[in-house]
């Protein structure tokens, strides 16, 4: 496991094409609450070489609004959180290898989202969201580009499979629980198998003990979270992302580490990332 006390830096990507504060608010409120340090990065990709044309006019510009788009967030992050003091970085390189590097030494790392296609998550040059949490080895959150309404009482999700993975993400999804003072809803989603060969009842019951058991002990630890355990029937993707409708944010753990060839994510949370309305947060079992 990561040595999280020795990482206190919380770390925001900040795209110059969108004038958008969603992610840059859920970053700078998450900061605040963890009294952890804030940094804004924006990543300009380098120059190409053309036989004909020059690169530089283009890259110049970029830079420029790099600067500027990391000035004015700043001064957003100020005026929300008077006594923060963020730490802003204009750095070359391709967003997603910069962003998955500086996630080793970051607690968490904040990402928009412009929900774009399969397709163009893997294709797009500007595309951090699959590559980044694909490798990285902290905890990623996706921010979606439009607000959802959240429910009263506030409530998060964690999905639960009884793997290693998902163990870790029941850890941070009791931490923020308790840090939003919110109740947790812990989901293990009971898909049928093509072939039944013990009795479906028993199948749910030995899946919602496992769930009780997996939360018993962060239960003892949080004491003041309220926790729920659902075994839902059908598919985990869809059952979770309309669990978590109204949800602070859903919270699933990511096996292995993949990189920009495998950018092994699961099809349960390559699923959330581009179904969930509300914040997605993935966790890596390092």
Not at 16 to 32: F, K, Q, T, Y
Not at 93 to 104: D, E, H, K, N
């Amino acid at each position: 496991m990561m040595d999280t006390d020795a990482r206190r830096e919380l770390v925001v990507g900040i795209d110059p094409a969108r004038n958008r504060h969603l992610a840059l608010a859920w970053a700078a409120d998450e900061a605040h609450r963890r009294r952890l340090d804030l940094r804004l990065v924006v990543a300009v990709p380098p120059g190409r070489e053309w036989r004909e044309g020059d690169d530089r006019p283009r890259r110049k510009a970029m830079l420029e609004a790099g600067a500027d788009a990391l000035r004015e967030g700043a001064g957003w992050v100020r005026a929300r959180h008077l006594q923060m003091q963020p730490v802003t970085e204009l750095l070359d390189g391709f967003p997603a290898t910069v962003m998955g590097g500086l996630s080793a030494r970051a607690r968490m790392v904040v990402l928009g989202s412009r929900h774009l296609s399969r397709t163009a998550e893997y294709f797009s040059a500007g595309s951090l969201v699959v590559p980044v949490t694909a490798q990285a080895r902290c905890p990623v959150v996706v921010v979606g580009d439009a607000e959802h309404i959240t429910q009263q009482p506030a409530y998060l999700v964690v999905g639960i499979d009884g793997s290693e993975s998902s163990k870790a993400a029941l850890g941070l999804a009791f931490e923020e629980a308790d840090l939003r003072a919110a109740a947790l809803r812990a989901i293990s989603v009971w898909q049928p198998p093509v072939f039944m060969l013990h009795d479906e009842k028993d199948a749910v019951q030995a899946q919602r003990r496992m769930l009780s058991e997996t939360t018993a002990g962060w239960s003892a630890r949080y004491p003041g979270v309220h926790v729920t355990h659902e075994v839902p029937t059908g598919h985990p993707v869809e059952e979770l992302a309309g669990a978590a409708e109204h949800a602070l944010a859903v919270v699933v753990g990511r096996r292995g580490r993949g990189g920009y060839e495998g950018m092994r994510l699961g099809s349960v949370v390559h699923g959330l990332l581009h179904r969930a309305h509300c914040p997605v947060i993935t966790v890596p079992l390092v």
